[in-house]
């Protein structure tokens, strides 16, 4: 079966269960990309029963015979990057050969994660329940012109005078603003060189490498991290990520042209879920709440901060696929919901004067959901892997998502391993 250039990516607020399914079609495909996001991502896979939680490596990095591609559009914390480099070793050896990291990354500096913490933690700030990576902060150089990339950290005459600029910005405010201590700038040169001398092999043109991938006659898995509802442009702003997690970051995030991407993959779960700040239109305040987090296991994988649940929302999710080319969906997690009496689907807000315009800016606060309840299934979903074994109830809610979103769902997710997967 040959592939094109394919994009899996998460409808929702995260979680959504990429890392899976980018795990499990991995080996039909020449390389995975991550093109966004840094290690604020949490990608759990199970690889030979062992559970696997990746936060910046691609999720093909087990397959020994796909490469693993870093495009330009990540933002690398180093030392994330190589104590997760060494950890994932335990599992699967010759990670530096097949990993191939972009020079063009912006690097997550400690003045960053600190700046990230500071504000979180600050009276006089708005919170947003970051993950506390120092994403935000480090992105926001990247526009302001002031970031270190990876290519600035191979060459010390290169690296000096750029760190010492930023910081004496930095420094200043972390030590006016927020009362604290100044970073050691003659620390961080070494620390940067070091790590720099480090990446070297790992370094490539990611641009050209996936020219040269589909050249062979094989193809890209673009994997994203977040999910469209945290984009930057997309989401719900100011409650959002600082990239653009929806399909629109892929070029400019993996260096390819948009007519690149053949095919575009919403991942989305059969519930929605959130953590950090933030509306939810659905979220379920009480104990079927607690219930579905439990039995889904809605703990941060970053953070270990608890996911707050709620219904799947038809109304958000046909405007996200709508707005984002998506040709098909990835429904996971469908057997969280085995054993329940009901299940309830958000087909329409009762505010009818914000529907034109609230998809624009996104704003989901004071909505009131309008419900369709739909009757739970008796027998279990968990482990199936032939859609006809599905229970009748569990197909008519596939059904049902694909009525109101208006897109097929092509493969469905029935437990954290890749065997319980049925494709359409
Ligand atoms: P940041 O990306 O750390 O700046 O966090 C911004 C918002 O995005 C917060 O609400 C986080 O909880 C959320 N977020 C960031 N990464 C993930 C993720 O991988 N899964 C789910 N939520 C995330």
């Known amino acids: 079966m040959t592939f094109s250039n394919t994009a899996i990516l998460g409808l929702q607020w995260g979680d959504e269960g990429k890392g899976k399914i980018v795990n499990y079609l991995a080996s039909n495909f020449g390389a995975a990309c991550r093109y966004q ?34 495009g330009k559009g990540v933002v690398i914390s180093y030392e994330a990057l190589f104590s997760e480099i060494e950890e994932i070793s335990n599992f699967t050896s010759g990670i530096t050969d097949r990993l191939k990291i972009s020079p063009a990354c912006v690097l ?53 005078p750029l760190l010492e600029e930023t910081l004496d910005f930095y420094n200043f405010t972390i030590e006016k603003f927020f009362g604290k201590e100044a970073l ?15 990446i070297k ?40 990520t600082s990239s653009n997690c929806s399909p629109s970051g892929i070029a400019a995030g993996a260096g390819c ?18 953590v950090g700040e933030g ?17 889904g296991g809605e703990i941060g994988a970053t953070t270990g901060r608890p996911r707050r649940c709620g219904w799947f929302d038809a109304v958000l999710m046909k405007r996200i696929i709508q707005t984002n080319s998506i040709s098909g969906l990835c429904l996971t997690k469908i057997d969280v919901l085995d054993g329940l009496e009901e299940i309830k689907v958000c087909k329409a807000y009762d505010n009818e ?59 469905i997710s029935t437990g954290p391993d890749d065997q319980s997967t049925i494709v359409r």
């Open 37 to 70: 996001g840094g290690h604020n991502a949490g990608h759990t896979l199970i690889v030979d029963g062992k559970k696997i939680v990746l936060h910046l490596l691609p999720s093909s990095i087990c397959h020994k015979d796909s490469l693993s591609l870093i």
């Open 279 to 295: 509306p939810m239109p659905t979220e379920i305040n009480d104990e079927l709440g607690e219930y579905i987090a439990k039995t």
């Open 353 to 411: 004067s914000i529907d034109s315009i609230f998809g624009e800016c996104m704003n989901l606060e004071d909505i009131n959901p309008i419900y369709d309840f739909l009757p739970g299934w008796e027998s279990p979903t968990k482990n199936i892997t032939k859609y006809e074994e599905l229970p009748n109830e569990a197909k008519d809610f596939v059904s049902y998502i694909e009525e109101n979103c208006e897109v097929p769902v092509k493969i």
């Open 184 to 198: 050691s700038l003659n620390r961080l040169i070494d620390e940067n060189l070091a790590y720099g001398e480090k």
């Open 257 to 274: 042209g948009p007519l690149d991407v053949g095919n575009i993959l919403g991942v989305v779960k059969a519930y929605v879920t959130r």
């Open 201 to 240: 092999p790992m370094l490539a043109d990611v641009s050209m490498l996936i020219k040269k991938i589909n050249s062979e006659e094989k193809s890209v898995l673009f994997e994203g991290a977040q999910g469209a509802l945290l984009d930057v442009d997309q989401g719900t702003y100011p409650f959002v």
């Open 108 to 160: 997550i500096q400690p003045y960053h994660q600190l700046i990230d913490l500071y504000k979180e933690k600050s009276n006089s700030q708005k919170t947003i329940g970051t993950t506390l990576r120092g994403i935000g902060p480090a992105y926001e150089d990247k526009v302001a012109r002031r970031a270190i990339r990876v290519i600035d950290t191979l060459n010390e005459n290169h690296l000096k």
